[in-house]
């Protein structure tokens, strides 16, 4: 089976452009959550979706968004890109909400502000 | 903040097991331990979870204490493959899919 896959896997933007990032979960996960991962740090949770819905949101500022959609694939949007904004951006999925339910992740989208 | 504290590096020499700590102290009842491990460049990849119980599975073991205030990930027989870095990780049943990822422990496997 195919794991999570995420598109595209390197970008270079600019300062104050827009950004969307896409994310397809492994077949039948119904729960997609976003990450920022910056050079040396670990990952620091953005957002999660289930059933189209957003379930939990991480402390980032309102340029970030995200939505999910019917087939449960997802976007993360970023806007007015800041060269803080650089990072290794990664989805993970999982079968429902539940603590029992581990998150399987992508390989992530490497995101560069020039 | 992370709600666990690991040793920032390790050694283990190819074919030893690795043996990974990891402190969660203020780990309440309903609290899951997941452990993850990041290889260069890659995302985090599951290894394995438990609540009470010791657990196995084809990748490893997790020990748990009995007062569940501390655990430790068994790599029976490392290899070079398994330098990585190692994120011990405590989370709620329903917290909606947020994994709060500490520095982890950077596992250096060496022939």
């Known amino acids: 089976d195919a794991g999570v896959t995420q598109s595209p896997t390197h970008l270079i933007k600019t300062r104050g452009q827009q950004v969307t990032l896409r994310c397809s979960p492994i077949?039948?996960?119904?729960?997609v959550s976003w990450y920022q991962q910056v050079l040396g740090q670990g990952p620091q949770f953005i957002f999660q979706?289930?059933?189209?819905?957003?379930?939990g949101r991480g402390n980032f500022p309102d340029r970030f968004s995200a939505r999910q959609f019917p087939n449960y694939s997802s976007e993360l949007n970023v806007n007015a890109l800041l060269l803080g904004d650089s990072a290794l951006y990664l989805c993970?999925?999982?079968?429902?909400?539940?603590?029992?339910?581990?998150?399987?992740f992508g390989d992530g989208t490497r995101l560069s502000i020039l | 903040d992370a709600k666990t504290t690991q040793p920032t590096s390790m050694d283990c020499a190819e074919g030893r097991a690795a043996n990974l700590p990891c402190n969660h102290s203020?780990?309440?009842?309903?609290?899951?331990v997941y452990w993850y491990r990041q290889i260069h460049s890659q995302g985090p990849q599951y290894i394995i979870h438990?609540?009470?119980n010791n657990e196995t599975n084809e990748m490893a073991s997790l020990i748990i204490t009995e007062d569940r205030k501390s655990s430790t990930l068994i790599l029976p027989h490392a290899t070079l493959r398994d330098t990585a870095v190692y994120y011990c990780?405590?989370?709620?049943?329903?917290?909606?899919?947020?994994?709060?990822f500490g520095q982890g422990t950077e596992l250096s496997v060496k022939p």
């Open positions: 077949s039948g996960h119904k729960s």
């Open positions: 993970a999925s999982s079968h429902d909400r539940a603590g029992n339910q581990p998150q399987h």
């Open positions: 990780i405590v989370t709620f049943n329903n917290q909606g899919g947020k994994l709060i």
């Open positions: 203020t780990i309440s009842g309903n609290e899951y």
């Open positions: 979706y289930y059933e189209k819905e957003e379930r």
């Open positions: 438990g609540l009470k």
